[in-house]
């Protein structure tokens, strides 16, 4: 069973507190939009589509208690202008992912357009606020499968080891259902290929310095019963060039936070390490994020603000007390420790993501296909929002041209 990180229902949002992961599961309520921003901000809740998500469903939790209380007294005017400040105040808990800010400014044309409609009323106003909300939940997953879909059927057809048989990924980062609605995106393939019986072996790396793979991605494969093994950051190199063949593995598949127009992409920190390595040795690399992710008014990743994080991320690790012996070793969580990992006085850079330029990567998933590079070596992004006008595919084949390296 696929893990559940979200759980909502008309009045009732409650997150998983990734956090606490992977020792405890604790599922946080979030009540309004005051508690959204901050588990956002502290990143209890991280990735860019579940940002999104919950972000417009603690709006929706608080508008229905607005409307069970008061809603009647207010204005429809009001009520817009309470909407419009709140989603300006969503947005800034976490202005890099792309995700989030879209998800706001559909929100704000939709509630528009029903303040300009006749007889609105504050009611009608939230109430379309807030099914409004519930779609972006139940559309997140549905796009998350398909993501999933057509990522691995690139891979099954597009590397030598998948069209021989079963294929290895790396990972990085956690892009799960922990990071989305639920299925996830680069994980989704993963869980895709595992689906088809295709997947021969998972690897995820840890994600310095918040941990997200070696405690959520890691966490999540184990959940689904996916065989997988995680490695350091610094290990990538090393593992592609001692077990990439006898291991197949096929390719590296990231998530994004942004994508610009050009196709240079946002990511978790290291994901500009792996893209390089992936090309030495011949991997695929692929980014596997929704058309939410991809930002057409960013026309490169030099547009991109990078955020930058506390120090003390790097300089300190908390977690629960381990004890017992070398072989077997249990935690005590009843004893929650932070402890110094740098040496004190030490500076510290401390950037949240990086940007890959687009020539490294080989394809970016989303839920409609895989977009390919042109004959010119680009990404022509803007066909997989032309779909439902020319009714063509997104999967690069109108404008692609054979790779002139095989890779495995």
Same mark, same amino acid.
């Given at each position: ?124 106003? /939230?109430?379309?606020?807030?099914? $409004? @909300?519930?779609?972006?939940?139940? =559309?997140? *997953?549905?796009? &998350? ?45 993963i869980r895709a290929l595992h689906s088809r019986s295709s ?44 077990? /990439?063949?006898?291991?197949?593995? $096929? @390719?590296?598949?990231?998530?994004? =936070?942004? *994508?610009?127009? &050009? ?62 012996s070398t072989k077997h070793r249990t935690v005590d969580l009843?004893h929650i420790e932070t402890i110094r990992v740098a040496a ?65």
């Open positions: 069973m696929v893990l559940q990180a979200i759980k909502y229902t008309r009045g009732s949002l409650q997150t998983l507190d990734q956090l606490q992961l992977p020792h405890r599961e604790v599922f946080e309520d979030i009540r309004d939009t005051r508690d959204a921003w901050d588990a956002i901000k502290q990143m209890r809740v991280r990735g860019a589509p579940a940002i999104a998500i919950i972000a417009a469903l603690s709006l929706a939790v608080e508008l229905q208690k607005v409307l069970d209380t008061h809603g009647q007294a207010m204005s429809a005017g009001e009520m817009v202008s309470l909407i419009g400040e709140k989603l300006d105040y969503l947005v800034m808990s976490r202005p890099t992912a792309v995700n989030l800010s879209d998800a706001v400014r559909k929100l704000r044309k939709i509630v528009g357009d029903a303040h300009s409609g006749p007889d609105c009323s504050s009611s009608s106003i /939230g109430e379309t606020y807030i099914a $409004a @909300a519930e779609r972006m939940l139940v =559309d997140d *997953v549905r796009d &998350n499968e398909n993501i999933g879909r057509h990522g691995a059927d690139w891979i099954l057809k597009n590397t030598l080891w998948g069209r021989e048989g079963k294929v290895s990924v790396l990972t990085h980062c956690n892009t799960g259902s922990l990071a989305t609605a639920g299925y996830g995106t680069a994980l989704g393939v997947l021969h072996h998972a690897y995820c790396c840890e994600t310095r310095p918040y941990n997200q793979g070696g405690r959520l991605t890691a966490y999540e494969l184990v959940h689904d019963k996916i065989p997988g093994t995680l490695i350091t950051d610094s290990m990538a190199g090393a593992l592609l060039r001692t077990e /990439g063949q006898a291991n197949r593995i $096929a @390719a590296v598949v990231v998530g994004a =936070d942004r *994508v610009a127009a &050009n196709g240079d992409t946002a990511n978790k920190i290291g994901t500009y390490a792996l893209a390089i390595l992936a090309r030495h040795h011949g991997v695929k690399f692929l980014v596997a994020a929704p058309r939410t992710t991809v930002d057409m008014l960013t026309l490169s990743g030099d547009e991109i603000a990078i955020e930058e994080r506390p120090a003390i991320e790097v300089a300190e690790m908390t977690g629960p007390r381990a004890q017992g009843d004190p006085g030490i500076e510290i850079w401390n950037p949240a993501f990086d940007v890959t330029p687009a020539y490294l990567i080989d394809g970016i998933v989303t839920e409609v296909g895989v977009v390919g590079k042109g004959v010119d070596g680009r990404f022509y992004l803007s066909d997989i929002f032309d779909l439902e006008v020319r009714g063509g595919r997104a999967d690069g084949r109108r404008k692609e041209t054979p790779s002139p390296s095989e890779g495995p």
